[in-house]
């Protein structure tokens, strides 16, 4: 697989939308994806991003979501070359303000009252209570190529989760279940001049919208059930289905929110560092996250 093919990429996509040359100037870019800023002879703008698998459908998610009326950018163009997708999309500038969490209510309540699309992958009650068994997957995969030697305290930990899994995962198509942006957090909402929109659906799906409102704040901090109760509310009170404060699995549902949102972060960790990165430098980090997610669900979800 070629390492990063973006120029070829770029060329491709240029002859796509009818141009010929554009100056670069990177926004943001790592390991997986990049995001550049293109400015044309005429002086007009666009956004070139590129991605590696498994962040290669985004733009059929977008173009999806355009078509049902989220507010997203649009898509011009785009390409995929070697596992990379490139895309050439509307450039919406500089962002008037950080996004808070009235915005971020608003703008859950539009996605979540989108009608669900068939492209979409699924994650419904099954899909949800086997993530612990699919972590416990993945760590006998990387003791295989050994790597996650010490780590019998997370082996312990996923299979409680897992016993646990079926009582604790009921509720999961509870309302709100449809569009989940799973990227959910304000870097995600862009605050124009007139309105805003969201960017970053590489892993958008169709599963329980309480993930989105459970990510927001984001996860670097300890989970907060009060602080998250708070913005269901606010969620609620902006249009959000009175469902979402109900609860399920037998929990509150911030904690039901926060301890599910978790799990399903540590199960995407362990595939990364098995599957995607594939990295054993990179071991440390992952294991000291997915171990402090980890304490995080046994509380959340009172395994």
Request: glycine content about 6%; aromatic content about 8%; proline content about 5%.
């Amino acid at each position: 697989m070629t390492a990063n093919p973006s120029a070829e990429l770029l060329d491709n996509l240029l002859t796509l939308a009818g141009r010929t040359t554009a100056l670069r100037e990177e926004v943001r870019v790592w390991s997986m994806s990049g995001v550049e800023r293109l400015t044309f002879p005429d002086a007009s703008t666009a956004i070139f991003k590129y991605a590696k698998r498994p962040f290669d459908s985004e733009d059929q998610a977008l173009r999806l979501a355009h078509t049902l009326g989220v507010p997203v950018p649009q898509v011009h163009a785009s390409a995929v070359l070697d596992g990379w997708l490139g895309m050439l999309m509307e450039d919406l500038g500089p962002a008037v303000r950080d996004a808070d969490d009235l915005d971020g209510t608003a703008a859950a309540v539009v996605l979540h009252s989108t009608r669900t699309a068939a492209g979409l992958p699924v994650l419904d009650q099954v899909r949800l209570r086997s993530l612990p068994n699919r972590a416990l997957e993945h760590l006998a995969q990387l003791r295989k190529a050994e790597r996650w030697q010490d780590t019998d305290d997370i082996e312990d930990a996923l299979d409680q989760i897992a016993q646990a899994a079926k009582a604790r995962s009921a509720g999961t198509t509870v309302a709100p279940f449809g569009w989940v942006h799973s990227e959910f957090h304000p870097t995600s909402l862009h605050i124009g001049q007139q309105s805003w929109r969201l960017l970053d659906f590489a892993r958008a799906f169709t599963g329980p919208g309480l993930l989105d409102l459970a990510s927001w704040h984001g996860t670097l901090d300890t989970p907060d059930p009060v602080r998250l109760r708070v913005f269901l509310e606010q969620y609620v009170t902006a249009g959000g289905t009175p469902d979402a404060l109900t609860r399920r699995g037998g929990l509150t549902a911030e904690n039901w929110a926060l301890g599910w949102h978790r799990m399903w972060a540590v199960e995407w960790f362990m595939e990364q560092s098995i599957r995607w990165i594939n990295d054993p430098a990179t071991d440390p980090g992952y294991i000291k996250a997915v171990r402090r997610h980890l304490t995080d669900v046994l509380h959340l979800l009172e395994v």
